[in-house]
């Protein structure tokens, strides 16, 4: 599945089951960052497309260096999300400031996900690299229930955020008055 969409799906549940404890943005930057060595196999014809980040020793290294570099990134996006918000739309503000903690815990399940569902589909990955050169998992699974499955946690997940935040909404207008996530500070860079 690389630099697909679905692998967001997982994401959103986790964000959903975890909630601030789990970081959404450092999650797809994982993802993102997962997908960086396929790409560039892919571009220079490189086979197999998926190696070394695609092991589970790998998607350590990955997380390694993403969850501090992707920690500032992801606050930064998080800021010019809000900053560009109009005071109508300042429901949709977030949480500028990310914890270290639930970077390291999004970026765990991050690249961790991203290598079982890409062994679970591909065949050239080998997730237990160097330890065993085969991979049992591919074909697990159907490819429909595989994308299926992705999507149905999109959209579970999803769901419940909604339910959460309109949880969070109604006791904030019977409480202060106000909502748990309001509008940032339109100053901060």
Known sequence: MPVTPLHLGPGLLFKALGQRHVSLTMFAASQIAMDVEVLVR????????????NTVVGATVVMLIAVPVGKP?????????????RSSQARWAVSERVSWGSCWLAGGLGVSSHVLLDAMMHGDARPWSPFLHSNSLVGW????????????????????LVVCQLRRRARGSRGAGTSHHAVQHRGKN
Do not use: K, V
């Open 42 to 53: 892919f571009f220079l014809g490189i086979r197999p497309l998926h190696g070394f980040t």
């Open 73 to 85: 990134l992801c606050e930064w996006i998080l800021r010019r999300w809000n900053l560009r918000l």
């Open 141 to 160: 699974i159907s490819l429909g229930w595989l994308h299926g499955g992705c999507l149905i946690t999109f959209f579970l997940g999803g769901l419940w």
